[in-house]
């Protein structure tokens, strides 16, 4: 018994010359039911014209019987040969070709499809619910596995209420079904490894926001692990949607908001220190006006004030001495 794919070694006829064979073959047996019905009563008894029409339903059947051997293939198609149940191999050689007509030809596309799945909600690694979405390019890639492997039946040949136009469609769409419930098992799964960001915690090297290809990485190689029993390869899979839950999106965003502030306010500190060094040292230096520690004190404050205050500065004018 056969368990893997394997290429059709058995005969095949070049489709196009049994055309024309079967054409003319159709056409001799016309010519000869007409020549009976003009003959049967001058030539002929009805005997032998029995014996003779019988003999022409008789090719007329064998040449409806050779219709029904004519594959045609193109790029990146296949047809899966199976004769009374038996796996007999998959015919991948583009053209158009005549084989036994006792073959049962299942076709397949192996052409690369998309799979832009809808986001989901999913709990990462801190358990905060997240919303998360993917798109995945795949197609078949081992065609016994995926007619024989996985269950491709009529409960599936509809999909989102729209009916499917042939049986070819409606397999590809149970395929299709089968990726998208493998898919958001695997991006599950992956969400739950990694934080939504490194925010409660810095340690992390990679998140769901900063994984990036890395994320992707893992997510393609746990999809092609999911969908290798159903012969499907995964050409590639991102994440293409990733934002936290509306139950708790605006809580977050107020506290990256209070972490961007903190993050500009470090900054506005640090700049404001070195300024005002760099305006004692100055003044120190030049010899301008000799600061003690209570004029330090009083010119830090002030030019701290006016360098992190988030309102302009208003001057104060002191017509006094520097102390009233």
Wanted: with cysteine; aromatic share 8%.
């Amino acid at each position: 018994m056969k368990t893997k794919e394997e290429n059709f070694s058995k005969f095949k006829a070049n489709g196009i010359l049994l055309l024309i064979l079967n054409i003319l073959f159709l056409g001799a047996i016309i010519w000869f039911f007409v020549w009976l019905v003009q003959n049967v009563e001058i030539n002929i008894s009805l005997t032998l014209f029995g014996v003779l029409l019988g003999i022409d339903i008789f090719l007329l059947i064998v040449n409806c019987f050779i219709w029904n051997g004519f594959a045609m293939i193109e790029p990146n198609e296949a047809r899966v040969m199976i004769f009374f149940g038996k796996y007999v191999g998959t015919l991948k050689e583009n053209g158009y070709f005549w084989v036994n007509p006792l073959y049962t030809k299942k076709r397949l596309t192996l052409r690369a499809r998309n799979l832009d799945a809808e986001p989901i909600k999913v709990n990462d690694k801190m358990g905060n619910p997240v919303m998360i979405g993917h798109v995945i390019v795949w197609r078949v890639k081992d065609t016994y596995k995926a007619s024989f492997d996985i269950d491709n039946g009529s409960t599936t040949s509809s999909i989102s209420g729209v009916k499917l136009p042939d049986n070819v469609n409606a397999k590809m769409k149970s395929y299709e079904h089968f990726v998208l419930v493998q898919g958001d098992a695997a991006l599950r799964s992956v969400a739950g490894m990694y934080a939504y960001d490194n925010l409660e915690h810095e340690g992390e090297k990679i998140t769901l926001r900063s994984g990036g290809e890395e994320i992707n990485d893992i997510l393609e190689a746990q999809l092609n692990e999911r969908l290798s029993i159903a012969g499907i390869e995964v050409l590639e899979a991102r994440v293409n949607y990733l934002a936290y839950a509306p139950e708790i999106a605006a809580v977050m965003l107020r506290r990256q908001q209070a972490d961007a502030i903190i993050s500009a306010r470090e900054k506005i500190v640090d700049g404001a220190v070195g300024m005002v060094k760099m305006a004692i040292d100055k003044l120190s230096e030049s010899g301008v006006i000799e600061l003690d520690d209570e004029k330090k004190a009083a010119m830090v404050t002030n030019l701290m004030v006016v360098l992190c205050s988030d309102e302009p500065a208003q001057p104060v004018v002191n017509s006094g001495t520097l102390y009233h």
